[in-house]
């Protein structure tokens, strides 16, 4: 159901640059002229700018860029993911914030988010930057009922969840690199890292970390990293509404989520071909001293690399080092 605050800025956005009267909205949703005038308030605090013209109404003279739980709950439009969102200015690390939630019972599909790290985490123990107020930097937390094994397939749904928002939008044709970073024009322009808390057979959460990289210029992406990462804003010159792009992402990850409970990973895993990078192409894989060419078919139902074996048939590689001839 949308909340009184939705449909408020909804009605205010549909009328453009005209006002609105104070009594017309208490019409149409249904509270006093006074609740009206309440809510203007608080969304002040929340970093909208409204203009009150006396005998007249309201308008929105500029929307709120300010993430809070606030801003990214009115307009979301989901059943479950972001029913509950924890924002914080600066934390260590979302998926650090995520972990304690869950382990203090915070509902399947709780959303972590903040507008900086001071210490980011990749997979492995890597470095992930994520410079204030630049990126989307957040962490779901999810109670799926499938079995432990399962769980790395969680990680190419997102990713696919993610590819297909930003393939929404002109100008941007995201691939994604097996398992999980978003690429653009072969640079990496998302990560992501899911954690689990399980036992032997059965799991008690899942975080699920998700890096995106949306307004840092050239000179805000460390030295280290320039010549194989980007953001959204190096690829289209223009600024990006981070506020929508979490919407957007999280509408998309509950519709993945939810067809693939039902349906199994057979259709996340052809949404995801369709973005796989350099599927068709010849990759070189080691593992240990052993070092070979193959071609790469694209993931199986496991989610798996599958490639084309030296007698021609598929084989699935679960660990390996690729070298997918861009720096890793
Ligand atoms: P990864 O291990 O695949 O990628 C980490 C590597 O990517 C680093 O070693 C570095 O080379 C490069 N890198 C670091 N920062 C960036 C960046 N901003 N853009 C592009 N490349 C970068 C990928 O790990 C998973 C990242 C998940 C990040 C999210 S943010 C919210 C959540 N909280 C948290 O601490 N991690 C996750």
Redesign the pocket.
Known sequence: MESTRSKLIRLLADAKESYISGQQLSEQLHISRTAIWKHMKELEKDGYVIEAKPKTGYRIKKFSGNVSSNTITWGLNTLWIGKEIIHKPTVT????VAHQAARDNSPHGTVVIADE?S??????E?????KKGK?V???IILRPNIPPYMAPQLTLMTATAIAEVLDQYDGIQPNIKWP??ILIQNK??A???TEMQAEQDRIQYVVV???L?VNQDNTE?PD??HY??TSLKMETEKEWPIIELVQKILEGLEKEYESFLKKGFGDVKSKWENYGFRIGEMISLHSGTEKKEAVFLGIAEDGALLIESSKGEAEKIYSAEIDWFVED
Do not use: C, E, P
Request: overall charge positive.
């Open positions: 690390s979302t998926q650090v790290q210490s980011g985490r990749g997979r492995m890597r470095v992930w930057h994520s990126g930097w957040m962490s999980n970073d990496k322009v990560g992501i890292l970390g998700i890096g990289n992406i280290a990293i194989r990462a």
